[in-house]
Structure formats: structure tokens, C-alpha cells
């Protein structure tokens, strides 16, 4: 990832990407400059704070020629800029931490540069729509805009929150037992015992546990520990970090932060969209939510939780709870089958982190797409290093100079991990795809799009006939009931994280827009939560927490709306690629596997980048049925299971009530 985490930030920023102040980009600069100056641009008096600003050079073909050159200069000093990420990222010290921030200004200075030279021109009536896309994406400065002293401060905000949340670290359970019973003898020898035993850190330890343990008490603990070490520490640093933020929007054309981010998804009825899209899917949730919370009230009792209740946030097999594979093997609707979840196979075949990359990769080339270059395998880091400290969280890096790419990831040998392996590949083969675009065209047609692509294989991956294939699981259940099993594994995946998907960013334009107030930011949270999620917490939530802060994608600044889209639009990809291979029967079942003519659709999709509207990506996918979002290919998908939940449900309530979103009832 790179230091610019914001979506237009991917679309200008990662490619302006510290340009540094190196001598032959400045002179061009600096040419373009005087030479605009004598044509009469007025570029100093331009007004920052408009849209997509534009000057008054009409000269198309040195519009052309300053890109081209711009270009060059800006795949290099990229590099440079993602290498100085990267050794923080993967070695959280105060050297490299303070490396990256002086990177950071030096690139913020080029920025504004190039930003001042491109907006000399009257691009807005360039005959060539490419040249007038690439002036659209350079036309928007992004944090760059800010005054050196404010970027300073957002920059170590971004880069400190990133570090708290990376570091924490929690006590197990069990020595809080210790402590709670014989709390009235604690000493000094104690605490500091106590310090000595608190290394529990999220990856693998407490993942771990929420998705293991079956103990009330214990995953409540670990629950709260989590939050207490994380989002409640940044709560502060996060106000500032929006205040900041929103300067940056301003100074850009932009009513806020959020409203920026939604640009790169260029339309105006984006909200609406996503909201009717949310309304469509919330039936299959609905029955998935009614289903899980019975079965969680069989295991927890029903003093734990009411049947018309929202289910408490850490019974459900995942920190966050979105996702809830966890709780598949105790709630599986036809039990005794094979179990769909081979992460003991792997265990058993001493399956190692370079393994699970190796499958993956072999899944891209067995549709004829790239393979990982040499350099991925040199310097990704695939397994959790002892020395350092390092960014857990995995992630996906292009460097910008059509050699480098890296996966930095914590891999533990589970089937979940080995799923976000293929995530993961997916960024990087769309980066393979691309890179012979322009440089601002090296994105995703948008950034769903760029979260679908690991994904969509990953659902042939994950079907039963394919997990036999390459010897992970032994036998199948190829009947009705065990096509019931592999479709709820499947929705407790995919349908449960839709809307935590949705929710991460109706919380975070909230804050960006001030429709939040910062008094009740967490509040609003938990209201979210219980809306869409019909989830509640364990234990009493005040407004002295900061729980969305315990989330990554929070102090890491990455957008989130884009998984949302991504979980609705990967369906229409399985259907369409699937269709491409000649699949023929239900959806569920189709493995793209080997499959070279759906490996030929996905790659004419993915090498356009961001050249062209989402829109038209979409329908090539499509084979020209449709330029949206739709809903359709999900429903489809899991349609025998929803009628299959709906029977089960029939005797029962759907849906939740709360009174209080900050405490379960
Ligand atoms: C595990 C995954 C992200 C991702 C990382 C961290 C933030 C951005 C990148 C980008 C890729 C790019 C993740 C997976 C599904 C749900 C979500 C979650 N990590 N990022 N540089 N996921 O998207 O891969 O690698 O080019 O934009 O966060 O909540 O776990
Ligand atoms: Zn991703």
C-alpha cells in the first residue's frame, strides 16, 4: 500500500507518487512553467478550491508531450516514494517512520508543482478524450494542497495511528483471571509479570481465538482487550486526522473528505445505487442473521441472546464480525458432511505460506493470465518475521516501475488465509495487467473493481470439486444437502460481511460531513451496527471508546465502500466468466479452472485500468448486458440456499430490535 490512502489519492497521488525534486522533472516543470507564463497563463491566480481546475493554454500537443515526459518521471519517483512505505511497513522503527515523512514533503512539493504546470492548460477542450482524462486525474492535487505545516501533522497522524494499530498488543485471558481473583495482593512484581505475558497481538494470536474459542467470557475479554489497545488509543489522534483531512477536501473542490472519496467512482447516483443494492440483499442477510442467531441461542443460551435480539458482536467468529466463518462447524445446516473448511488438511500436509502462494499463482496461469514476476518472490514478506514489528495486515504493492510488485502478508495456514492469498494476487495480477497504461491509468476501473478480481477466483477455488482436485479436501458431498452446506459456507462469507461492507463508510462520510458530531462518533457507530449488522456489543460502549478505530482500515485511511461494491460486483464477474468457460448449470458450481477464454475476458478488463468509465469495463464484462451494478448474479447465486434458510425460518422472527445500540439487551 502506498503512504496516500484515499481514493482520488489512487488516482492522482499514488501515481504522482514523490516525484521528488530531481533535476530533470523540476526542469520540465519549470520550462512548462515559463513557457505557459509566456502564453499568458495566469497559474498563479488560479483558485485552488475548485474542481478539476483548468488555464487557459489551448495547446493540445504540448498538453501531450508535458504528460508523456510527466509520466516517465512520475513511474520513478513513485518507486522511490512506495520503497520508503514499504520500510515502514515492514519494520515499524522511528528511522523509518521519520524517512517516510520527509519523503512525504518532498514528494507534496513536486505535487503542487506538477499540479500548477497541469492546470495551465485548457484541457477541458483537448480534442483526445485519453489526454483529457489523464489533465482530469492530474487537475486534483489531493493532500498535497494543504499548507507544508498542516501536511506535516496529517502525514504523522497517518503514519502514528498506522503504528498503534499495528503494535497492540493484549494479556490473555487466562492472566486476567489471575489478576481479577487476586487483585487485592497485586504488587509491582505482579504488573510487571503481567507486562512481561501481555504479547498477544492480533495477527495470528487473537484471531485465533475469536475464531476458536467457545467461551462467553473469554471471547468478551478479548473483545474489549482488542479495543482498549487499539481504537480507544487513537480516538484523539482521529478527530485531528478528519479535521485535516476535510482542509485537504476543501482546498480540492470538495464539500468534504467523503465526498472526494466518491468521486472515483464518477457518478451521480453512486448513494442511491448502493443503497437500492443494500435493499435488495438485505432479505438474504435477514435470513442468514435469523438462522445464526438460533443457533447461536441453542449454544449461548437464550439468557445471552433474545430471539428477536441483535447477536452479540463476538460470538460470531471474527473481531469485527464480518465474516463468520468461525461459527460454520457448530451451525452447518446438514451436519456430519466433510467439512468444507480444509485448513486441517493443510495443517496435516505441512502446507507452508510459500504453498499457498504457489496454489494461487497456478490458479492465475492456469486461465493464461501473468504469472508473479521474479521480484515478487525476492521481496514479498509471506510470513509474520520475529525480529521487527511490522504492519500485519496484508496488503498488495505495485512500485510503479513495471518490475517491482510485493505481497506483505502474515500468512497462518488456514483455508481463510489462504482465500486472502488469493485476494491479494489478485491486486498484484491487475497491476501485471495494467502497467503498460499511462501511469494515472494504472488503477482499477474503480476501486471495487480492483477488490473483485482475487475474489472472483477464489469462488472457483472454494468449490468442493476444485479443493479435490489439488488434494485438499478427500471426499465430496455431491448431493443436494451437501450443496446446502458448501452455499452457506459460502453466504457466511460473502452475504455476512455485506453490511459491515456498507456500514464502514455510511460511519465514515457521517464523521467527514459532520452529520456526526466527534461526541458521538462511537455512539453513531453502534447504530450503524445494530441497523445493518444487527449486531450489539457485550459490554457497555461510551463515547470515551473509539471502536471503528479498532477496524484497519480506519487509522490506515482506506476507503471501504469498495468491498461492499466488490462482494455485489464479483458475482456479475463469476457469472460472466463462468459463461466464458461454457459453464453450464447452477452458478454455485462453476470452477473457471483452466478455463483460457474467461482468462482472456478478465484480462482485457483488467489491462484498461482506469482508461476508461467503470461503466464500460462493466459491459465488456458483461458482454454488453449491462454498465451497473446489479444485484442479480448474488441472488442467483445463492438461491437455493435463501429458499433453503427461508423454510427454516418460516416459524421465526427476522430481523432485530434494540433499545440501546451500546449494550446487548
Ligand atoms: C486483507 C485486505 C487490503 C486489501 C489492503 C489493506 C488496505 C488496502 C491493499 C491495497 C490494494 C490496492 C482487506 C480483504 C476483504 C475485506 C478487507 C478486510 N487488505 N490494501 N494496496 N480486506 O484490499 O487487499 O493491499 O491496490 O488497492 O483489508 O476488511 O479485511
Ligand atoms: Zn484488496
Known amino acids: ?110 505535487q503542487k508543482e506538477a499540479w500548477k504546470n497541469a492546470t495551465s492548460f485548457a484541457w477541458k477542450q483537448f480534442k483526445n478524450p485519453s489526454t483529457r482524462r489523464l489533465f482530469k486525474f492530474l487537475s486534483i492535487l489531493g493532500t498535497a494542497a494543504l499548507p507544508t505545516e498542516k501536511l506535516k501533522e496529517l502525514n504523522e497522524i497517518s503514519a502514528s495511528m498506522e503504528d498503534t494499530y499495528s503494535t497492540s498488543k493484549i494479556c490473555p485471558y487466562s492472566l486476567q483471571v489471575v489478576i481479577t481473583d487476586e487483585s487485592e495482593n497485586l504488587d509491582d512484581d505482579k504488573s510487571s509479570s503481567e507486562e512481561e505475558n501481555c504479547t498477544l497481538s492480533l495477527e495470528p494470536d487473537i484471531t485465533r481465538i475469536l475464531k476458536k474459542s467457545q467461551n462467553y467470557d473469554e471471547l468478551a475479554y478479548v473483545w474489549k482487550a482488542w479495543r482498549d489497545s487499539s481504537g480507544k488509543k487513537i480516538r484523539k489522534r482521529y478527530e485531528r486526522f478528519v479535521e485535516l483531512s476535510n482542509d485537504a477536501a476543501r482546498l480540492n473542490g470538495f464539500a468534504d473528505m467523503g465526498e472526494m472519496w466518491r468521486e472515483s467512482y464518477e457518478s ?180 471495487g473493481f480492483h477488490e473483485a478480481v482475487g475474489d472472483v477466483l477464489a469462488l472457483s477455488v472454494s468449490t468442493p470439486k476444485h479443493l479435490k482436485a489439488i488434494s485438499l479436501l478427500n471426499e465430496i458431498a455431491d448431493d443436494p444437502e451437501g450443496d446446502i452446506n458448501y452455499l452457506y459456507s459460502i453466504a457466511l462469507d460473502k452475504i455476512s460481511f455485506l453490511p459491515f461492507g456498507y456500514l464502514m463508510d455510511l460511519w465514515r462520510w457521517g464523521i467527514f460531513s459532520g452529520n456526526t458530531s466527534v461526541e458521538e462518533m462511537n455512539t453513531k457507530w453502534w447504530e450503524l451496527r445494530l441497523k445493518y449488522q444487527g449486531v450489539c456489543p457485550p459490554v457497555k460502549r461510551t463515547e470515551e471508546d473509539f471502536d471503528p ?35 453450464e448449470g447452477p452458478l454455485y458450481k462453476c470452477d473457471i479452472y483452466q478455463s483460457k477464454e474467461a482468462g482472456k475476458l478478465l484480462s482485457q478488463v483488467l489491462q484498461l485500468g482506469s482508461s476508461k468509465p467503470w461503466t464500460e469495463a462493466m459491459k465488456i464484462m458483461t458482454g454488453g448486458k ?27 422472527t427476522l430481523g432485530w430490535t434494540s433499545n440501546d445500540p451500546t449494550i446487548c439487551p
Open 626 to 652: 449491462t454498465n451497473k451494478m446489479d444485484a442479480a448474479p448474488i441472488i442467483e447465486y445463492f438461491d437455493p440456499l435463501i429458499q433453503w434458510l427461508k423454510e427454516q425460518n418460516k416459524n421465526y
Open 549 to 583: 478505530g479498532a477496524k484497519y482500515h480506519i487509522p490506515g485511511n482506506t476507503p471501504y465502500i469498495r468491498y461492499f461494491v466488490s462482494f455485489v460486483i464479483q458475482f456479475q464477474f463469476h457469472k460472466a466468466l463462468c459463461e466464458a468457460a461454457g459453464h
Open 268 to 447: 451521480d447516483t453512486f448513494l442511491e445505487d448502493l443503497e437500492n443494492l443494500w435493499k435488495q440483499l438485505l432479505p438474504l442477510y435477514e435470513n442468514l442473521h435469523a438462522y445464526v442467531r438460533r443457533k447461536l441461542i441453542s449454544k449461548y443460551g437464550n439468557d445471552k441472546i433474545r430471539p428477536d435480539g441483535p447477536i452479540p458482536a463476538h460470538l460470531l467468529g471474527n473481531m469485527w464480525a464480518q465474516d463468520w466463518a468461525g461459527v460454520q462447524e457448530f451451525t452447518e445446516p446438514y451436519p456430519g458432511k466433510p467439512s468444507l473448511d480444509v485448513t486441517p488438511q493443510m495443517v496435516e500436509q505441512n502446507m507452508t505460506a510459500l504453498d499457498m502462494f504457489n496454489i494461487s499463482e497456478e490458479f492465475f496461469s492456469s486461465l493464461g493470465l501473468k504469472e508473479m514476476p521474479p521480484p515478487f518472490w525476492e521481496h514479498s514478506v509471506i510470513e509474520k518475521p520475529t525480529d521487527r514489528e511490522i504492519v500485519c495486515h496484508a496488503s498488495a504493492w505495485d512500485f510503479c516501475n513495471g518490475k517491482d510488485y510485493r505481497i506483505k502478508q502474515c500468512t497462518d495456514i488456514t483455508m481463510q488465509d489462504l482465500i486472502t492469498v488469493h485476494h491479494e494476487m489478485g491486486h498484484i495480477e491487475y497491476y501485471l495487467q495494467y502497467a503498460d497504461q499511462p501511469s494515472l491509468f494504472r488503477e482499477g476501473a474503480n476501486p
Open 1 to 110: 500500500m502506498n503512504m496516500f490512502h484515499n481514493e482520488l489519492a489512487q488516482a492522482i497521488e499514488h501515481k504522482l507518487l514523490s516525484m521528488g525534486t530531481t533535476g530533470f522533472w523540476i526542469v520540465l516543470l519549470c520550462t512548462f512553467t515559463i513557457t505557459s507564463t509566456s502564453l499568458g497563463a495566469s497559474s498563479n491566480n488560479r483558485d485552488i478550491s475548485a474542481k478539476y481546475v483548468s488555464g487557459d493554454n489551448p495547446d493540445e500537443a504540448e498538453g501531450f508531450e508535458f504528460l508523456q515526459t510527466y509520466d516517465k518521471r512520475a513511474s520513478q519517483e513513485c518507486y522511490l516514494s512506495v520503497l520508503s512505505n514499504w520500510a515502514y511497513a515492514t519494520n515499524l522503527t522511528e528511522e523509518n517512520k521519520q524517512n517516510l515523512l520527509e519523503r512525504s514533503l518532498v514528494y507534496a512539493e513536486f
